[in-house]
């Protein structure tokens, strides 16, 4: 990385537009607190400004500005048994703009990390953001990854993650991707995991879409390690006009490998639409893959059950519903 | 409190219950005692009102109130729940938060939930966070359903087969269960087919071929029940001689 990435308290000039990225922050979910706590790691990126980029012992968080987003470096040193979460917050606050985010992280052999991250669109008509994240997880290493985004009711965002993970032996990855607050807009989620033996990896997404928002989720995992365990998760509820597509993959390459896909997808209102493929690869004899998927409303006995205990039929689907993308 | 007159269900054109008459008095524990097929598990959602089992005839007064075309939840806001035999499984909703859910419309609270899950053999400490999905055992699920119904205090629980899939050490619980019912003021229409739980209801009918046949004490309607009803080949077929309403 070039020698203009800095450590930053907060970049100068920047206090006005870090208050409202924070409460945008809290909005969806976070501890706004946090993010200017000198205990915890943090990136605070607005736009393709980098307000924050904060390390402590162990955990380097390096961010660098670039014309259209930020360039991130997060390296957690082996061994390194990280206290509390890295707090991540990527923001755009005008109602139109890019933001392009290439993250790399380097998780250390035998380390062990959790990263919180929130993206805020709050005022959101045309805003297009683009992440797109290299990790590596050394051997034995785990890492937790747990995303929330929070929109605005306009649902003008494209959101296009993507992520290429690469876990050594023994290493461990578990994604929580979140879009459940305000309307989606465009989304196109592809990750792309690949196992080396004994690695572990979860990847799991949970989205509500509305009005007239696209949702496609591909999850995919090479299971290419003897004894690599994979689960491909998806959880989408899709209301109004809401078209939504989930590929979940999995690729048995090595022996005693296993992979599950499992996917729920939710319809409420007759001009909804969703579709799930899954797919499934075995390469090797010993590996064994699954798969489930169910869509349709929401399950006539749940729903009952509830109304049975004195709750109304839209009572009733929102406490399934809210369960299902918790 | 509850009346059923001539209730009948066609489904598929076949008539599941037909001619069928119960009563079921205040705070009385009254047990279904019927073989398998024999249409108790339709009668009670028939008597919650699920979508599908709509009566074709007759009639269900609660509290001298016709319900018979009211929907699930003002059925239940009157004080009318089911615990299913299979209960629903929720992805997301801990089991203290189903509790929770399942006292808001309670008109009194004599348990906390925590205390209807420890009287369900549940330990709170154990069990108040677990997610009320396909991690709990078929017996657990049916447990925690009991607290929830519990927890809501209704006036009128219909228990469909609670003591399914229950072990034996267990059923003493179940029972004890039912009667804390009873003794909190709530009437239990008791879906089985093991005598031995249907023994414990102040009142027993049998019931055959979807309608009730006998209705009466519960040693005597057992008597019937083995005589008459575990191997006979008269499934959907009722003994019409035999019908005797209370």
Redesign the interface.
């Known amino acids: 990385m070039p020698d203009a990435i800095a450590e930053l308290k907060i970049l100068p000039g920047s206090s006005a537009e870090f208050a409202i990225l924070s409460n945008s922050y809290a909005s969806s979910g976070g501890d706004a607190a946090v993010l200017l706590d000198d205990r915890a790691a943090s990136l605070v990126v607005s736009h393709h400004r980098v307000l924050r980029a904060h390390s402590i012992p162990g955990v380097r968080i390096e961010g660098e500005e670039t014309s259209t987003g930020a360039r991130a470096r997060i390296t957690v040193e082996p061994g390194t048994q990280a206290p509390g979460p890295v707090h991540l917050c990527f923001g755009v606050l005008p109602k139109e703009g890019l933001q392009e985010i290439q993250a790399e992280f380097f998780i250390g052999e035998g380390a062990r990390v959790s990263f919180l991250a929130h993206c805020s669109f709050p005022n959101a008509v045309r805003v297009k953001h683009v992440m797109d994240a290299r990790i590596h997880v050394a051997k034995g290493a785990a890492m937790e990854y747990a995303e929330t985004h929070y929109h605005g009711p306009a649902g003008g965002v494209e959101v296009l993650p993507t992520a290429h993970i690469e876990l050594e032996e023994g290493a461990s990855y578990k994604s929580l991707f979140k879009l459940v607050q305000g309307a989606v807009g465009v989304l196109r989620l592809d990750y792309q995991a690949h196992l080396q033996k004994d690695a572990v990896c979860e990847l799991d997404a949970r989205i509500y879409g509305k009005s007239d928002d696209r949702i496609t989720i591909n999850e995919s995992l090479y299971l290419d390690g003897e004894n690599s365990r994979g689960l491909a998760k998806s959880?989408v509820v899709a209301a109004d006009r809401c078209v939504s597509e989930v590929i979940g993959e999995a690729v048995g390459n090595a022996p005693h490998a296993r992979g599950h896909v499992d996917c729920?997808e939710i319809l409420k209102g007759p001009l909804a639409r969703a579709v799930a493929i899954p797919k499934l690869t075995v390469v090797d004899e010993r590996a064994k893959l699954t798969h489930e998927a169910a869509i349709g409303s929401v399950?006539?006995?749940?729903v009952?059950?509830?109304?049975?205990?004195?709750?109304?039929?839209d009572e009733a689907v929102d406490?399934?519903v809210?369960?299902?993308?918790? | 409190m509850l009346e059923v007159t001539d209730l009948q269900l066609i489904l598929g054109g076949k008539p599941v219950l037909h001619d069928l008459n119960l009563r079921v008095h205040e705070a009385e524990i009254h047990s279904i005692l019927g073989a398998n097929g024999t249409g108790k598990s339709t009668l009670a959602a028939v008597l919650m009102g699920l979508s599908g089992y709509q009566p074709t005839g007759g009639r269900i007064v609660f509290d001298g109130e016709d319900i018979t075309r009211l929907p699930i939840s003002e059925r239940a806001r009157r004080g009318i729940t089911l615990a299913w035999q299979e209960p629903a499984r929720f992805e997301g909703l801990t089991v203290g938060e189903y509790l929770r859910l399942s006292q808001r419309n309670a008109k009194s609270q004599p348990l906390s939930p925590e205390e209807c899950l420890a009287k369900v053999g549940l330990s709170p400490e154990k069990y108040w966070k677990r997610a009320v999905d396909a991690t709990l055992s078929g017996g657990e699920r049916r447990r925690v359903e009991l607290a929830s119904v519990l927890a809501m205090q209704p006036r009128l629980v219909i228990l469909d087969e609670p003591d399914s899939g229950i072990d034996a050490l267990s059923i003493g619980n179940i029972v004890d269960v039912i009667r804390t019912f009873a003794r909190n003021g709530s009437a239990v229409l008791l879906i089985t087919h093991h005598e031995e739980v249907a023994a414990i209801a102040d009142r027993s009918s049998s019931l055959c071929g979807g309608t009730i046949l006998k209705t009466g004490d519960p040693a005597a309607i057992a008597r019937f029940f083995r005589n008459h009803c575990q191997e006979c080949q008269h499934v959907n077929v009722p003994i019409r001689e035999e019908v005797h309403y209370a």
Do not use: H, Y
């Open positions: 959880r729920v399950d006539k006995k749940q009952e059950t509830l109304m049975a205990r004195g709750m109304s039929e406490v399934v809210k369960g299902l993308l918790r």
